[in-house]
């Protein structure tokens, strides 16, 4: 067994796998899923960066102070939290959640890690199912109306269906209908899967 499978090791590339979704299409469930099945090591974008911030660390203020002046933190700040987790980790399979959300994420992701993901997962969900389960799991939280919501997955959209598109070019990208039992959709998701076991399987 290899104890270094960051992506500084010279004996392991990465396997790396975006998982994308607007909010409330079910990718955090299947990620704990693809996690359990498959031992990938789960990344969510949205997790470092608050991780960060709690830290109270100088990358963290900064953060704050971007989120605080309504900026989006920049993509290479986001970026080089995910580079960091990778190396960290003794894992060489990486559920990269959340990200890229943008095609400027996208290429610097590409141009900082130095690599393309091998699976691309989009949880395709219709809107007004997507609002039901925001407000469902949201109870309470002001922020999340209806309006709030839809505006939100307007915004995920445009930014998001560029890469979707780029990685449908590629071929890497598998569609899957984020509708129906838990159990059902990850059938959905195990052919993404199906021709990488060997290379999944060697950790």
Known sequence: MQVNHGISSKDSTPFITFVLGGPGSGKGTQ?????DTYGFKHLSAGDLLRREIARNSEYGSTILDTIKE???VPSEVTVRLIRREMELSDNHKFLIDG???SEENRISFERIIGAEPNIVLFFDCPEEEMVKRVLNRNQGRVDDNIDTIKKRLKVFEALNLPVVNHYAKKGKLHKIWAVGAEDEIFEQVRPA???CEQVISES
């Open 31 to 35: 990620c704990a899923k693809i996690v």
């Open 70 to 72: 309504g900026r989006i």
């Open 99 to 101: 990200f890229p959300r």
């Open 193 to 195: 899967f199906a021709g």
